[in-house]
């Protein structure tokens, strides 16, 4: 496994955010998610709740209870369990998504204009390639999904859109996200899918975990349409793993 070294820098007088820093995406997000893991597993005194991100941990705390230092010094003792293993299995999802330029991508011009590609090319690397869940974000259930390849690389638009429908599959610096509600935006919308991301009254209301890995289905506007008239009793389920 790819070394990584870890920091530690305090996130006001409740929180320490634990930092990996390494070569490979994948392995740096492999140990935040393993140590999110350990701490649910052997939990640290004081610790209220750990939230990952692409290659960090957040470790909210209880400072009556316990200390930054205190935290440092417990999770340095587990950090030698951290080589990047132990994790589930990922569940991978096909997730249909409608690429259709009139209504579902309206930026997918823009991102050929930028990246040099063909639109055909650009679909075939949205929905040829099995995206990884870094981390979940911004709002419930939104999920960051990377490995695309560098050609999709573009920066962020430099005036956001307002508003994009809930749905929505965007891009930018190589890449995906999916929003699971209504929002403005300062990445680049090429496609959307039917499906909710989050439904806040099932037993598992995020449809995605980080660690899971996601493969987009074309689907045509027809099929978009009957999927969106069912989204309400329609269950995607993964094709390995748990069941949602």
């Given at each position: 496994?790819?070394?990584?070294?870890?920091?530690?820098?305090?996130?006001?007088?409740?929180?320490?955010?634990v930092q990996f820093e390494?070569?490979?995406p994948r392995a740096t997000n492999a140990r935040a998610?393993?140590?999110?893991?350990l701490?649910a597993e052997?939990?640290?005194?004081?610790?209220?709740?750990?939230?990952?991100?692409?290659r960090s941990?957040?470790?909210h705390?209880?400072?009556?209870?316990?200390s930054?230092?205190?935290?440092?010094?417990?999770?340095?003792r587990?950090?030698?369990?951290?080589?990047?293993?132990?994790?589930r299995?990922?569940?991978?999802w096909?997730?249909?998504?409608?690429?259709?330029q009139d209504?579902f991508a309206?930026?997918?011009?823009?991102?050929?204009?930028?990246t040099g590609?063909s639109?055909?090319?650009?679909?075939?690397a949205?929905?040829g390639?099995?995206q990884?869940?870094?981390m979940?974000?911004?709002?419930p259930?939104?999920?960051?999904?990377?490995?695309?390849p560098?050609?999709?690389?573009i920066?962020?638009?430099?005036?956001?859109v307002?508003?994009v429908?809930?749905?929505?599959v965007?891009?930018a610096?190589?890449?995906?996200v999916?929003?699971p509600?209504?929002n403005?935006?300062?990445w680049?919308?090429v496609?959307?899918?039917?499906l909710?991301?989050?439904?806040?009254?099932?037993e598992?209301p995020?449809?995605?975990?980080?660690?899971?890995e996601?493969v987009?289905?074309?689907i045509s506007?027809?099929?978009?349409?009957?999927l969106?008239?069912q989204?309400?009793?329609y269950?995607l389920?993964p094709?390995t793993?748990?069941?949602p």
């Amino acid at each position: 496994m790819t070394q990584v070294n870890i920091s530690y820098l305090p996130a006001g007088d409740t929180g320490l955010t634990v930092q990996f820093e390494g070569d490979s995406p994948r392995a740096t997000n492999a140990r935040a998610l393993q140590l999110h893991r350990l701490l649910a597993e052997k939990p640290l005194r004081g610790v209220i709740e750990t939230v990952p991100t692409f290659r960090s941990l957040t470790v909210h705390y209880d400072p009556g209870r316990t200390s930054q230092a205190e935290l440092v010094d417990g999770i340095g003792r587990l950090s030698g369990d951290l080589d990047g293993g132990g994790l589930r299995e990922p569940d991978r999802w096909r997730l249909p998504v409608c690429f259709d330029q009139d209504g579902f991508a309206p930026d997918l011009q823009e991102v050929a204009r930028q990246t040099g590609l063909s639109t055909a090319e650009i679909l075939d690397a949205l929905t040829g390639t099995v995206q990884s869940v870094y981390m979940l974000g911004f709002v419930p259930g939104q999920p960051y999904l990377g490995d695309l390849p560098e050609a999709l690389s573009i920066p962020r638009r430099q005036n956001p859109v307002g508003k994009v429908r809930a749905g929505s599959v965007l891009t930018a610096t190589a890449r995906t996200v999916v929003y699971p509600v209504e929002n403005p935006t300062g990445w680049y919308v090429v496609g959307c899918t039917p499906l909710p991301l989050f439904r806040p009254d099932d037993e598992f209301p995020t449809l995605l975990q980080p660690g899971d890995e996601v493969v987009f289905e074309p689907i045509s506007k027809n099929e978009f349409q009957r999927l969106y008239d069912q989204r309400e009793r329609y269950r995607l389920t993964p094709e390995t793993g748990r069941s949602p």
